[in-house]
């Protein structure tokens, strides 16, 4: 067979010049063993004849692809077993996908909380964009293929009329915001998917393309899923950092907030009162005789006690009222808009609650430090429990 009638570029090099097949016409004479030309990579072979020496060119891109991608996951993944913080990570992994996924010019992360989706990274778009949210219903609405495939994280292909469409249907809340900051009228193709795990969807990733409606090719389809993968580690490290945080500031036998809670609360609820110029109220509370019903009836009763006095607090709190445990018998709570003159009240209603005795002792916080208002607070409901 003759070299120059290969399916694949080549070029022929001789005394009278270099000479190209149809194949490699358009195409610069490669000076390595690899040529890269516009999007297409291209391995080169040399061949020695009598002849002449022949360069066979075999396209690569899509490995040359793939490996880019890979490199991009490794780089985020790296980040994460060096504890590098989720939410950083995954701006970097939506700009690696971009940079990675043939077709792809811009993209955007945007993760679960209860029944909605906030835009938390993006890449290519206005940072306005940053917290943007839609609902559950209106992103299964965006994604197109049904609540089957969203929760097997299959991705999908929009394509021009269908993304103004279905955007037209799923961003009723944030559809200013998108049309303004997400570039939606511009978008000729977009590929998104569910990230998933444990079959649950976590978050949605999305990658645009402003140029070309067939600008996602089926290994587009592939490393894409392959980013949403590493997407879904990132949020499963998220959780499992939240949940430790969550355990470490969590009371287990109540289920309150414990005294580390109350620490990084206390400051945060005193700004937002003097923000809006309303009164916080702290109040001390202690459970009577848990001693005396711990020897008498066992441990299980005084933390039955205990639970209940946790649950009273919780039935009382308005929206803006917070309790802590802080000690064995021993309880805080904050109370946002409630003055000096309404906490006797509110004590009184709560050991109506209760079959057992409480004691407590209540402040209106006037800009001390917490440790100055819990031995004030503390002093008082002493004082109530009949002490000096």
């Known amino acids: 067979m003759n070299p120059m009638e290969a399916p694949y570029p080549v070029f022929h090099l001789h005394e009278g010049g270099v000479e190209r097949n149809a194949l490699a016409q358009g195409l610069p004479f490669p000076e390595g063993d690899t040529l890269v030309h516009g999007d297409r990579t291209y391995q080169v072979a040399r061949l020695p004849s009598p002849m002449g020496t022949y360069l066979l060119l075999v396209e690569t891109t899509d490995l040359s692809v793939q490996a880019r991608a890979y490199k991009g996951l490794l780089k985020v993944l790296r980040g994460l077993l060096q504890h590098e913080e989720p939410e950083g990570l995954l701006q970097d992994l939506i700009r690696e996908a971009v940079a990675a996924v043939p077709g792809a ?30 609902s559950l219903e209106e992103e299964v609405a965006w994604y197109g293929l049904g609540v089957d495939n969203w929760l097997k994280g299959r991705p999908r292909v929009l394509k021009g009329p269908e993304i103004r469409h279905l955007s037209s249907l799923s961003t009723v809340e944030a559809r200013p915001a998108f049309f ?96 809006l110029g309303e009164p916080l109220a702290l109040i001390y ?104």
Do not use: C
């Open 105 to 134: 010019e811009a993209g955007s992360i945007l993760l679960r909380e209860g029944g909605y989706f906030y835009l938390v990274a993006q890449e290519g778009f206005s940072e306005a964009l940053l917290g943007a949210r839609t």
């Open 285 to 388: 509370w202690d459970l009577n005789g848990l001693k005396a019903l711990n020897d008498r009836e066992g441990h299980a009763a005084g933390d039955q006690a205990l639970r209940a006095l946790a649950q009273a607090l919780k039935n009382l709190s308005r929206r803006r009222d917070l309790a802590f445990r802080v000690g064995g018998d021993e309880f805080v709570s904050l109370h946002l808009g409630l003055s000096q003159g309404e906490i006797p009240a509110l004590i009184a209603r709560l050991r109506q609650s209760l079959p057992y005795g409480v004691a407590a002792g209540g402040v209106e916080v006037e800009g001390e430090d917490l440790e100055t208002l819990l031995r004030e607070a503390d002093r008082r409901m002493y004082r109530a429990k009949g002490g000096p």
């Open 180 to 275: 303004e900051h997400g570039r939606l009228l511009e978008i000729q193709a977009t590929l998104g998917l569910p990230i998933v795990l444990e079959g649950e969807v976590l978050a949605a990733m999305n990658l645009d393309n402003f140029r070309n409606p067939e600008a996602f090719s089926p290994l587009s389809l592939e490393l894409a899923q392959a980013f949403a993968l590493e997407a879904a580690l990132l949020l499963k490290a998220l959780k499992e950092r939240q949940a430790l945080e969550m355990a470490a500031r969590t009371d287990p036998l109540t289920g309150l907030g414990n005294r580390r809670a109350l620490e990084d609360t206390f400051p945060k609820l005193l700004a937002e009162a003097q923000a």
